[in-house]
């Protein structure tokens, strides 16, 4: 073979092959240094509070790799920073690829933030046993504990925290702020005395200024509590949020400062789109909606187009009952990731104009545009809530529980809503989905066995279940009306009927038992005492199957 054609050969398969190589290895790596440079930028955008392009720039890393740890943590930060709920479905998804406690928990502090109690609670109790050997574990507990007034949990909590961090002054803080709620007057003052010496500490003083503001409106010592509240203003570790409680200050007390105040405010903060947002809600929440609106309406284009700031527009549009405002201010935006707030507020807006149609239709695209994110879901169900709509309620907490089966918060909310409404169905397909995806979930199984028994379906599962379900509870009443009905359908009624008479006494009387004991003693022929243990039954709320078999025990007697 000749030298060129040698030459010929090896260059026809060398530069394919160098070709392939580069694919294989420097493309990866040009990717990678992408993706880092993307994140860098991210990084630094968010430090200089450049919020749009620190999101794009985060999400180009994320374009390149989903699980990038940097990007999802700023993406979570910005979104907390944005007030928005779906700071909850970054959180969770940081802690399905790096499931540490420390992740875990950033889901429960979320979840407070936004305000989403039954997801903290439910995550924090998932934690248990092994967080509680963990200090952050307990001041979060504390936090959720506060929030319904819970006072002895809390201090449990802050105590603990105090014990096992004893070199931090601020979990005993924390536990001298609770006790200032105390009913006890002494444990009160003492608290109030252990913080005033805080107020000399470099670092405490912010915190213990703020809880001498609030204890004093509390007392309605408007005095103290505005000679605490410049004291905090003129340390320089005050937030923003410490000026608007000033402003709480001046206002209770009905000071003719208040109005120059707020006006200062205003001009001040329409450089920082969060501040006016914060100082817009403040100013909805204290009936001065309408004030808000003319002022955030008469703010440059650029302040009002700034995220959060159109939300605050519309808070105050709702605030001051301008429905053809709000939907006119409406029409004209897009509110790309919160869109579906922007639609939930269109179907308030057209249901308060009595339009039913345009009301539903809006309600179900918000519902469409929020899905599959659980932040988002749990924000429309808190408006849901306060704006008193219940078929809305019903179907976004079945769009939670479908989504996200582990959700056992909205699985315990949903199944009484299909009790009340007789859907037997319903109740029957979601139980199945809860319980397929937590075996150890009792509850979900039992009604799941339980429904598939009144409807004739699943019936070798359902029995099955019936069964198991009892053996790891034996005592548990409503266990055991489940199993004597799928004995009876078994032909095994007289088995059924012996596990119903072992319970105790007052647990047949009970109607969710007493049905069941009730039908098994007529399939017996016992009717006289099927009358009387049925009697306690028929005001009782039950699924159409159940009344069905209630009136097949009247027929025959």
């Not at 907490?397 to 996200?404: D, G, R, W, Y």
Request: charged share 20%.
């Amino acid at each position: 073979m000749c030298l060129a054609f040698r030459r010929f050969i090896l260059l026809a398969v060398g530069i394919p092959g160098l070709v392939l190589g580069l694919w294989f290895f420097a493309l990866p790596a040009y990717r990678h240094l992408k993706e880092r440079r993307a994140v860098a930028c991210a990084q630094a955008c968010f430090a200089s509070g450049d919020l749009r392009n620190a999101n794009l720039c985060a999400r180009r890393a994320l374009s390149i790799n989903p699980t990038n740890l940097a990007a999802c943590l700023l993406m979570a930060q910005m979104a907390e920073a944005a007030h928005a709920s779906v700071a909850l479905d970054w959180r969770r998804r940081i802690a399905e690829f790096s499931p540490t406690l420390e992740h875990k928990l950033a889901v429960a502090q979320t979840a407070l933030a936004i305000e989403s109690l039954p997801i903290a609670s439910q995550t924090l109790k998932d934690l248990l046993p092994a967080a509680t050997n963990f200090v952050h574990y307990h001041v979060l507990a504390a936090q959720l504990a506060l929030k319904p007034n819970h006072l002895d949990e809390a201090a449990g909590h802050f105590t603990s925290a105090a014990r096992m961090q004893p070199e931090n002054p601020l979990h005993r803080l924390n536990l001298s702020v609770t006790q200032l709620l105390f009913t006890n007057q002494a444990d009160a003052d003492s608290a109030r005395a252990t913080l005033q010496l805080l107020v000399n500490d470099t670092h405490l003083a912010p915190f213990a200024l703020r809880s001498l503001v609030a204890d004093s409106l509390r007392r309605k010592r408007f005095t103290d509590a505005e000679a605490f509240s410049k004291s905090l203003l003129a340390n320089p570790r005050a937030y923003f949020s410490d000026q608007l409680q000033h402003l709480t200050v001046l206002r209770e007390a009905g000071w003719p400062e208040f109005e120059a105040a707020v006006a200062r405010l205003q001009h001040n903060v329409t450089s920082n789109a969060l501040d006016t947002w914060s100082l817009a809600n403040w100013m909805n929440r204290n009936g001065l909606a309408s004030r808000a609106l003319a002022w955030l309406t008469d703010c440059p284009t650029r302040v009002q187009s700034n995220r959060p700031v159109p939300l605050a527009i519309a808070d105050s549009y709702v605030a001051c009952g301008n429905w053809t405002g709000l939907e006119t201010f409406l029409q004209s935006q897009s509110w790309s990731d919160i869109e579906f707030a922007r639609l939930a507020l269109l179907a308030r807006a057209a249901f308060a104009r009595e339009n039913r149609v345009g009301c539903e239709a809006y309600w179900r695209l918000a519902i469409r545009q929020a899905s599959p994110h659980l932040g988002p879901l749990t924000t429309l169900l808190a408006l849901a809530n306060d704006w008193n709509f219940p078929e809305v309620r019903l179907s976004l907490l079945a769009e939670i529980v479908e989504n996200f089966p582990r959700e056992r918060w909205a699985y315990r909310e949903l199944v009484p809503l299909y009790l009340a409404a007789g859907n037997t169905r319903a109740l029957n397909r979601i139980s199945e989905l809860v319980a397929s995806g937590d075996p150890q979930d009792i509850v979900a199984r039992n009604n799941f066995a339980g429904t598939s028994l009144l409807l004739k379906i699943n019936l070798e599962q359902a029995h099955r279940l019936a069964k198991e379900n009892l053996a790891g509870r034996p005592e548990d009443p409503i266990l055991v009306a489940t199993y004597a009905y799928s004995l009876h359908l078994q032909g095994r009624t007289r088995e059924g009927l012996a596990a119903l008479e072992n319970l105790e006494a007052d647990s047949l009387t009970d109607p969710s038992t007493a049905l069941y004991y009730g039908f098994l003693l007529n399939a017996t022929h016992q009717f006289d005492r099927a009358t009387s243990v049925l009697a306690v039954v028929k005001r009782t709320a039950l699924l159409p199957e159940e009344r069905q078999l209630l009136r097949e025990v009247e027929r025959e007697n």
